[in-house]
């Protein structure tokens, strides 16, 4: 995903969906491949949606707004579809894909996500710096759930969608 497609998945619903429909108008004329996070509550992600949640909690933060900008914002049934039609496209075909993050612990999924998501760390700036510790600690305790004896499997699904012109 480049830097203008990051940009449009933090927009909210709607505006996501315009900037996404006018994004692809203009780069992809002729076909699209899209991929989101699915909000189905069967398999939602872990490694997003515990870590965040934590985050808020410790961090005193709001819930999002509904609509708001996020991992997720396609993701509900029947959003990304209406996102290609916006644009333009026929023939959608959106597909539930099982992306379970299989990594060696849950202290290796803290790791990854400590080192690589900088919105973790902007959202953990209202916290004391010392409480910080103890903020990843829980995190880490709270995915552990997802963990055996042998490895780290976080689930998740994603939705994948195709159109054409």
């Not at 002729?30 to 410790?58: L, Y």
């Not at 644009?87 to 612990?105: H, K, T």
């Not at 916290?127 to 995190?139: D, T, Y």
Request: proline share 8%; net charge neutral.
């Amino acid at each position: 995903m480049n830097s203008e497609e990051s940009a449009a998945a933090e927009l909210n619903v709607t505006e996501a969906q315009s900037c996404w429909a006018q994004r692809v108008k203009r780069i992809l004329p002729r076909r699209c491949i899209e991929a989101d996070v699915s909000k189905r509550h069967r398999a939602p992600s872990v490694a997003i949606s515990i870590p965040v949640s934590i985050i808020r909690r410790r961090a005193q933060l709001p819930a999002p707004l509904p609509g708001q900008p996020g991992p997720f914002s396609l993701g509900a049934p029947g959003l990304l579809e209406a996102a290609y039609r916006k644009a333009g496209f026929r023939d959608i075909q959106v597909r539930v894909v099982p992306s379970p993050l299989r990594l060696s612990s849950a202290a290796e999924c803290v790791r990854l996500e400590r080192e690589s998501f900088g919105a973790l760390h902007q959202m953990l700036a209202g916290v004391p710096e010392a409480e910080r510790p103890s903020v990843w600690a829980e995190i880490e305790d709270a995915l552990s759930n997802f963990e055996d004896s042998s490895a780290f499997v976080g689930p998740c699904e994603m939705l994948v969608g195709v159109g054409a012109k």
